[in-house]
C-alpha cells in the first residue's frame, strides 16, 4: 500500500490530511492517528510524507514499479529551503542521499498570493485564454521559456528530459 | 486549608483505617504495572520495539558504544523526558509539562502522605501536602487548557469539547481525578470529613483514580513509558547512522555540503538564509 503511517511517531497533528490533493489521509477517531483511508487511490505524490513534521509516513510503493526491500524517504526542510531523499537499493549496496534546493527566497513574500491579484475581468472570462494566459507561458513575450534562453546549464550528472 | 494532608483527616475523622488506603495505593500500582505489561504483551510493542532496533543497527554506519548509549539515554533523560522537547507545538509543550510535573507531584505525594499515617492530632501538613495541592491544580491547568483549547480533535477536527471518544479515557480521568482530589479537599476543610457533599466529592475522586490506573490496556497511559524507549531508539538511530532510513540534513554553509551537493551554493548562495516558514506557517484545521 502506497503511504502509511508510523502510529508511534504520529501525534495527529493533520498537517498530511490538509496536504493531501486526494483526500485520502483522515485521522482515525479511536487512536487519533493519522492514516491513508484508500491506498488504492494514493498517487504516492509524496506530499504528506514531505508535510508530516515527525516523519511519520512511509511509502511502500508499487509492486510493479518499486522492489520489496527498497526504501525511498524524504525530508523537507522548510526553513532551510532544501529537501533531501534517501535511497537504499534493495541489493542493500547502494544508500544515495540527494540534496535539492526548494526555493532560493523567503516563504511568503515573494509569490504574490491570489487574493492579492485583482480578480479577472470580463473580458477575460470570455476569451479562450486561461488564467495568466499568454503571460505565463510567455507567447506574448519571444517564446517558450527553456533552459537556453534564460542562459541557464545543465549541470553533468543530472540527467534530463 | 493547601498545606494540611486531607488523607490525615480522613483517617482520623471519617475514620478510614490507614491500612486501606495503603492497600489502595499498592493496588493502583500493581495495576499500573499490570496494565502496562499486558499492553505490551497484547500489542507486541516490545516485540516491534526490538525487531525495529535490530533492523535499524543492519543499516548502522557505525557502532555506538555503550558509554555512547548511555549519554544518549541521560539526554533522552533530560530532553525528552524532563523537558518534553518532543513537541514541536510550543502550546502542546508547556501544557505537558503542566500535567506531567503535576501528575508526578501529585502522585509521589498521595503515596508519601497515606504511608505516613497514622499521624498525630494536628500534625501531618506542611509542604507534602502543599505539593499535593499544588500538584493537583498543576494536572488541572495543563489539563483543561489541553481540554478546551489543544486537543487535535477541538483544534484540527472542529469537534466540540464535550465530543467524548476511548481516547479521552487516560485525559477525562486523569482531570477528574486532580479537579474532584481539589474539591474533596476544600469541601473537607470547609464542611467538616462526615458531610455528604464531602464523602460524595471522594468517592468520584476514588473512582477516577481507579478509573484511571485500571484502563492502561485501553487508554493513553502507558505512553509515559513508552515514548522515552521510541525517543531513545530515536537518537541512537541518529548517533549510528541509520536514521531510520532518513536522509541527513548537512549544514547548508559548511564546506562539506559545498562539496557534495554543487547546486545549494549554485542557487542559493554562499550562506543560505533561514526561509521561514511555508506551509508549516498555517496550523491544520481540516474541517
Not at chain 1, 102 to 111: A, E, F, L, S, V
Not at chain 2, 24 to 38: A, D, E, Q, R, W
Not at chain 2, 152 to 166: I, K, M, P, T
Request: net charge neutral.
Amino acid at each position: 500500500m502506497p503511504t502509511f503511517v508510523y502510529m508511534t511517531r504520529c501525534d495527529g497533528c493533520g498537517q498530511c490530511v490538509d496536504i493531501c490533493p486526494s483526500d485520502i489521509m483522515h485521522i482515525d477517531p479511536v487512536v487519533r492517528r493519522a492514516y491513508n483511508i484508500e491506498p488504492n487511490m494514493c498517487w504516492e505524490c509524496y506530499s504528506c510524507v514531505k508535510a508530516c513534521p515527525h516523519n511519520a509516513i512511509d511509502v511502500r510503493g508499487y509492486a510493479d514499479f518499486a522492489p520489496l526491500g527498497h526504501s525511498v524517504r524524504v525530508r523537507r526542510d522548510e526553513e532551510k529551503g532544501v529537501i533531501a531523499w534517501r535511497i537504499i537499493f534493495r541489493n542493500g549496496e547502494k544508500d544515495m542521499n540527494l540534496l535539492a534546493p526548494i526555493t532560493t527566497k523567503p516563504w511568503g513574500k515573494h509569490i504574490p498570493q491570489l487574493r492579492d491579484v485583482p480578480a479577472p475581468s470580463n473580458e477575460q472570462r470570455d476569451s479562450q485564454l486561461l488564467f495568466n494566459e499568454p503571460k505565463y507561458i510567455r507567447l506574448d513575450d519571444g517564446d517558450l521559456h527553456t533552459l537556453k534562453s534564460n542562459g541557464l546549464k545543465m549541470i553533468a550528472g543530472v540527467e534530463g528530459y | 486549608m493547601i498545606t494540611s494532608n486531607p488523607f490525615a483527616a480522613l483517617s482520623a475523622n471519617l475514620p478510614l483505617d490507614p491500612g486501606v488506603m495503603q492497600a489502595y495505593v499498592v493496588l493502583m500500582v500493581l495495576l499500573v504495572i499490570g496494565g502496562t505489561l499486558l499492553d505490551v504483551v497484547h500489542k507486541k510493542s516490545a516485540k516491534y520495539f526490538f525487531e525495529k532496533g535490530q533492523s535499524l543497527k543492519k543499516i548502522a554506519k557505525r557502532d555506538v558504544s555503550s558509554g555512547e548509549k548511555l549519554g544518549l539515554a541521560v539526554s533522552t533523560l533530560t530532553n525528552e523526558v524532563l523537558a518534553s522537547s518532543e513537541f514541536a507545538n510550543p502550546e502542546r509543550r508547556v501544557s505537558h509539562l503542566f500535567t506531567m510535573y503535576g501528575f508526578v507531584f501529585f502522585v509521589v505525594t498521595t503515596a508519601i502522605m497515606i504511608f505516613g499515617l497514622p499521624v498525630a492530632e494536628g500534625e501531618g501538613g506542611g509542604l507534602v501536602a502543599l505539593l499535593w495541592h499544588l500538584g493537583a491544580i498543576s494536572i488541572c491547568i495543563g489539563g483543561y487548557w489541553f481540554w478546551f483549547k489543544i486537543r487535535a480533535d477541538v483544534r484540527s477536527e472542529g469537534h466540540e469539547w464535550h465530543d467524548l471518544h476511548q481516547s479521552d479515557l487516560f485525559v477525562v480521568t486523569l482531570l477528574l481525578m486532580a479537579t474532584f482530589a481539589l474539591v474533596w479537599s476544600f469541601l473537607q476543610a470547609a464542611t467538616g470529613t462526615t458531610s455528604l457533599l464531602s464523602i460524595i466529592a471522594f468517592i468520584v475522586f476514588i473512582a477516577a483514580a481507579t478509573t484511571l490506573f485500571s484502563t492502561i490496556l485501553w487508554s493513553k497511559f502507558a505512553h509515559m513509558f513508552f515514548k522515552p524507549a521510541a525517543a531513545f531508539q530515536k537518537k541512537v538511530a541518529v548517533a549510528d547512522g541509520s536514521r531510520d532510513k532518513l536522509p541527513e540534513i548537512p549544514e547548508l554553509s559548511s564546506a562539506e555540503c559545498k562539496e557534495r551537493y554543487p547546486d545549494i551554493p549554485e542557487y542559493m548562495g554562499d550562506n543560505p538564509p533561514n526561509m521561514g516558514l511555508g506551509i508549516k506557517r498555517e496550523a491544520p484545521t481540516h474541517y
